[in-house]
Each structure stands twice: as C-alpha cells, then as structure tokens.
C-alpha cells in the first residue's frame, strides 16, 4: 500500500474504527456510546458511520428498544482487514522512523 | 492530543517526516532523494515541505553543488517532538484497539 486507506486515515474514522477493532469480532456497540468514545457531534459521527457502510467497512442496525430508537454500529470482515493492512501500513512507516 | 497533528497526519507530509526522523538528528536529506522515498512529483512534495517548513518542523537549504541547485531539508528539534507526539498519539489509539 502506497498510501494509508483514505477511509480509515480520516481522523474521526481513525477513532470509530479503532474503537470497533477493539471489540469481539461482530459485537456491535450502540451509537450513543460510539459518540462519547469519539467525541464528535451527533452528525458528524453519522455521516463518518455512513462513510465507513458505504466502504463495507461496517454494518449498522437500527431497531427500538421499547419505544426509544436505538442504532448500532458492528466491524465486518472486510473492515476488519482494511484496518489490519491500514495498521501494518503505519507500523512500516513508524518502524522505518524509528529502525535507523 | 484529542486528534492527530493534521500538519503531519497528510499523507505525503508523513512520508516525509518518516523519512526525515530515520536520519541522525539534525541531518539534511536532499530533495531529490526524499522525492525517490516519498513518491511524489517535485511540485506536490515542494509544497509539502514548504507547509512543514512554515510549521517549524523542517528547515530547507538552499545552494548550488557547482553551477547545479540544490536542496536539503532537515527535521527540527521542535518537529521530532511533533512527530513523537504523533506517533504516541496513533500507537494509543492502535494499542487500544489491540488490547481488548
């Protein structure tokens, strides 16, 4: 990889991806407790979320729980992988910074 | 550091400050060569030296070898700490993901 996966690089993403990485493979996490993790507004955790389905990179589901809405976000396989390349790609970038 | 460095987060500019930390502190890289290791064309690589340069994290010098120009770019001392920042801030967010 030349350059780091532009999906992931992004900031906001960075950490949404990260802290997903973080969980059992397909444990979801709701997206109240995303945005604390995060510390983004409600928005623009939203839009970075619908970047990161769009890239297949993770999965949401929205149902209720009673009558209160409830959305959450879970890493699938292929994000998984792209955040596993995306690390390696940093890694080789510090580990060259720091190897000489 | 709630977000990375956007001065080095880019791309190309941590490519380069990559490049520049593997040196010996306070060596010059030429811009040639730097062009080799980042990949990048000569006018997109000048322009992100010129926003490290305007940041305090690089110094260029200018002179001639003969009746041939030359440029040499080096890290400052305030860009090492900057990068170490940087890195420390990615290896926490990586480590987190990680480590659970």
Chains 1, 2 share one sequence.
Do not use: C
Request: aromatic share 6%.
């Amino acid at each position: 990889m030349e350059q780091p996966d532009p999906t992931i690089h992004q900031p906001v993403r960075l950490k949404i991806m990260a802290a997903l990485k973080a969980l059992p493979q397909g444990e979801q996490l709701e997206f109240v407790r995303l945005k604390g993790i995060v510390g983004a507004t409600e928005g623009n955790l939203g839009a970075h979320i619908t970047t990161l389905e769009e890239a297949g990179y993770v999965g949401v589901e929205k149902d209720f729980v009673g009558k209160r809405p409830r959305t959450r976000v879970a890493m699938t396989p292929h994000g998984r992988r792209a955040f596993e390349d995306y690390v390696s790609y940093l890694q080789e970038i510090i580990g060259v910074a720091g190897s000489s």
